[in-house]
């Protein structure tokens, strides 16, 4: 159980090029969904907190017209990367929350997406 | 000061070894903690919540001092396939909101 995936899994693209990456909660219902970067040999950093049916919540330096995050259902967030330059290149990943069997928010990960921006 | 602080390593530990570190925490009204793996170039997984109480997996050992605001992890029976960055996760309260920590790195030797 708890299975997220996301898609695309790598993403080569132009200066300037949209990329639009998916998370699907598979056999749960995420009420909250959230996005992270990472950048080689550093640690998760959160970018924003997504509830479905309404507005994300970017942490602080995160441009939300940058990156813009839809969260149409409980299974479902997309992250889109407007303009992507060459400094946007890196690891993105989500991940979905649901309750643990003690009542917990647990998150689980989806397995990530890689974008070079060239 | 960071919220959620971990000794980066790495851990050199010799297979069949036991070995531990600890992640400490600044917020003291954090109530849920968890201990992920994450493996090069990979998503972090799930390796156990972190109970009140301590709690155990197999060769995997989680506890909590609230009063020394740290969580640990112990691993017994070193195995090879041990080799990761495990990440230390507490509760920021809203929505499973978790701060990470920046990871300990543990590399089993044969």
């Known amino acids: 159980g708890a299975v997220v995936s996301q898609h695309p899994s790598w993403v080569i693209c132009k200066s300037g090029t949209s990329v639009k990456i998916e998370c699907r909660s598979l056999d749960f219902q995420a009420t909250t969904m959230f996005w992270y970067r990472q950048f080689p040999k550093q640690s998760l950093m959160l970018m924003a907190t997504?509830?479905?049916?309404?507005?994300?919540?970017?942490e602080q330096g995160v441009e939300k017209d940058k990156f813009l995050i839809n969260h149409a259902s409980l299974t479902l967030s997309t992250l889109t990367v407007t303009s992507a330059h060459p400094e946007d290149s890196s690891f993105y990943i989500c991940s979905a929350s649901t309750p643990s069997d003690r009542g917990w928010e647990t998150q689980y990960f989806g397995p990530g997406t890689r974008l070079l921006v060239l | 000061r960071k919220e959620v602080e971990q000794d980066p390593g790495p851990f050199n530990v010799p297979e069949g070894a036991t070995v531990a570190f600890n992640c400490t925490y600044s917020?003291?009204?954090?109530?849920?903690f968890f201990w992920y793996r994450q493996d090069c170039r990979k998503e972090p997984k799930l390796l156990m919540s972190?109970?009140?109480s301590g709690n155990e997996d197999g060769r995997f050992t989680a506890q909590l001092n609230r009063a020394s605001q740290y969580i640990s992890l112990l691993i017994r029976d070193s195995k090879l396939s041990d080799s990761a960055t495990y990440l230390c996760?507490?509760?920021?309260?809203?929505?499973?909101?978790?701060?990470f920590g920046a990871g300990t790195q543990v590399v089993v030797t044969p």
């Open positions: 917020n003291s009204a954090s109530q849920s």
């Open positions: 972190v109970y009140s």
């Open positions: 996760a507490v509760n920021m309260g809203s929505w499973g909101k978790l701060q």
């Open positions: 997504s509830n479905e049916g309404s507005k994300a919540t970017y």
